[in-house]
């Protein structure tokens, strides 16, 4: 399912039209990003909780050459599922 298609599902389960619906689903995926950006952690009962990871600083290896690179700390986001949502 991409984007479109998760904004006409919203907009069919919950009466809205779908350019409502499109508005509703980015304000979730804005305020997603922006919390976990601050370092918060998101926990939606039932669904899960998004949170950011730091990645260690480590060594790596160029394929072509056999080198080795130094590889830098990264944060990114992170999703753990609620039992409910592992359930299905």
Do not use: C, H, W, Y
């Given at each position: 399912?991409?984007?479109?298609?998760?904004?006409?599902?919203?907009?069919?389960?919950?009466?809205l039209?779908?350019?409502?619906?499109?508005?509703?689903?980015?304000?979730?995926?804005?305020t997603?990003?922006?919390?976990v950006?601050?370092?918060?952690?998101?926990?939606?009962a039932?669904f899960?909780?998004f949170s950011?990871?730091?990645?260690?600083a480590?060594?790596g290896r160029n394929?072509?050459?056999?080198?080795?690179?130094?590889i830098p700390e990264?944060?990114?986001?992170?999703?753990k599922?609620a039992?409910?949502?592992?359930?299905?």
């Open positions: 399912m991409n984007k479109g298609e998760l904004t006409k599902a919203v907009a069919a389960a919950s009466g039209s779908q350019s409502d619906a499109g508005k509703a689903v980015d304000a979730l995926f804005e997603v990003a922006g919390a950006k601050k370092r918060q952690q998101v926990a939606i039932g899960g909780t950011a990871k730091t990645r260690n480590r060594e394929p072509a050459t056999k080198e080795t690179i130094k990264k944060t990114s986001m992170a999703f599922p039992s409910a949502l592992k359930d299905i």
